[in-house]
């Protein structure tokens, strides 16, 4: 049998990709198609983290405006991603895969703590590791947090999911008909460029540790597990 590329990888999803069409904050059958995704490479043995944003439920910069104290909403956006968290491992349970939901602030009662080395240790023990609650600091989002906890892991990349965009494009391509796909692009080039792979402050992180970036089509059935096995899939982001 083919030898995964990947051995350990960190996928990032956005919590719009799991928003429900009807007004449902969260999709059951998004949740479940991800997780058929996220099985398929665990059975390769790939060891899998998964950072989840919060977005379906609450973004820090929504009620700034309104009025709200910054932090005080950037926190109500952490606890939504523990929302997301803890909705994406009862699927992945539900798939028959062992998981274990950390966050960065401490919530005894629902998921454990981040701690590093125990999530590289369930990591080992082939548990899918969820980190909820972000980086754990107001005014950061969940790229950032996917950005810190893959430096941390170790994990060798991330994959940015994307629902229905499958790669990073030289403009919106729903706009532009002129609009190209790279299969590659350093992390300057995008930086530069203000191409939407992740928020810069998580960009310029993975640039500095030189973790690279694989922004996918999360609805195409098989992306993971393609690129998990070396195919040139998406788009690349890297040195
Ligand atoms: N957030 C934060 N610190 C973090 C991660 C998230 O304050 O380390 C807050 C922030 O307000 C953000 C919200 O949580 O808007 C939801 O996260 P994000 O916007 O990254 O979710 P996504 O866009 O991926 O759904």
Not at 78 to 90: E, F, K, P, R, Y
């Amino acid at each position: 049998m083919q030898e995964p590329k990947y051995r350990r990888i960190l996928i990032k999803l956005s919590g719009e990709q799991i928003k429900g069409d009807d007004g449902e904050s969260v999709s059951y059958t998004m949740l479940d198609f991800l997780a058929q995704e996220i099985e398929k490479v665990v059975r390769h043995g790939v060891q899998v983290a998964v950072v989840i944003g919060g977005g379906n439920i609450w973004r820090g910069n929504q009620s700034i405006e309104r009025g709200m104290d910054t932090a005080q909403s950037h926190y109500m956006g952490m606890l939504a991603t523990v929302i997301n968290a803890l909705a994406i491992q009862d699927v992945l349970e539900q798939h028959g895969l062992f998981t274990r939901a950390m966050t960065a602030l401490k919530m005894d009662e629902v998921a454990e703590p981040y701690i590093r080395r125990r999530a590289v240790r369930h990591m080992e023990k082939g548990r899918v590791v969820i980190f909820g609650g972000g980086t754990g600091n107001p005014y950061f989002t969940t790229d950032s947090a996917a950005a810190l906890r893959a430096a941390e892991v170790h994990a060798e990349v991330i994959l940015m999911a994307k629902n229905g965009v499958d790669g990073i494009y030289s403009a919106d391509p729903r706009r532009d008909p002129n609009a190209v796909r790279f299969d590659h692009i350093t992390y300057m080039d995008a930086l530069n460029r203000g191409l939407a792979v992740m928020d810069s402050t998580a960009l310029t992180f993975c640039m500095d540790n030189r973790i690279p970036i694989i922004v996918f089509n999360a609805l195409a059935a098989g992306t993971i597990e393609r690129i998990v096995m070396g195919e040139q899939v998406g788009t690349l982001v890297s040195n």
